[in-house]
């Protein structure tokens, strides 16, 4: 069995940052590799729907950013540790939300924008921003 373990989320004050992690497990059981997919992160936000928010394809070489995170949200992934990464700066009280991981079969050159085509699924990370 795959799993996805978030951490990182928390409350913070309006301006502040955290870095969320996203830890893959089972990868290896299932004769699979982390570069076997891409990776997202989506938020969801009390009565709204979930979006992708940033999402980085298998080899690194392509990233994606929703323009409400542009140049304040970056992704990245480290193989060795299966482990995905989002780090958010500036964050706004419209950045408050579930935070999930997401991981979709690599196709070669996309990532996961959208939920259809995710395979898996973390349990979500609560991120707080007070004003």
């Known amino acids: 069995q795959v799993h996805l373990e978030e951490s990182g989320g928390g409350l913070v004050q309006a301006g502040g940052s955290l870095m969320l992690s996203c830890t893959a497990s089972?990868?290896?059981?299932?004769?699979?590799?982390?570069?076997?997919?891409?990776w997202g992160w989506f938020r969801q936000a009390p009565g709204k729907e979930r979006e992708g928010i940033s999402c980085i394809n298998w080899s690194g070489t392509y990233t994606y950013y929703r323009d409400s995170v542009k140049g304040r949200f970056t992704i990245s992934r480290d193989d060795a540790k299966n482990t995905l990464y989002l780090q958010m700066n500036s964050l706004t009280p419209e950045d408050t939300a579930m935070y999930y991981c997401?991981?979709?079969?690599?196709?070669?050159?996309?990532?996961?924008?959208?939920?259809?085509?995710?395979?898996?699924w973390g349990q979500g990370t609560q991120v707080t921003v007070d004003s």
């Open positions: 997401a991981a979709e079969p690599s196709n070669g050159l996309g990532c996961p924008e959208e939920p259809a085509g995710v395979d898996y």
């Open positions: 089972g990868l290896r059981d299932r004769g699979l590799a982390f570069d076997d997919y891409a």
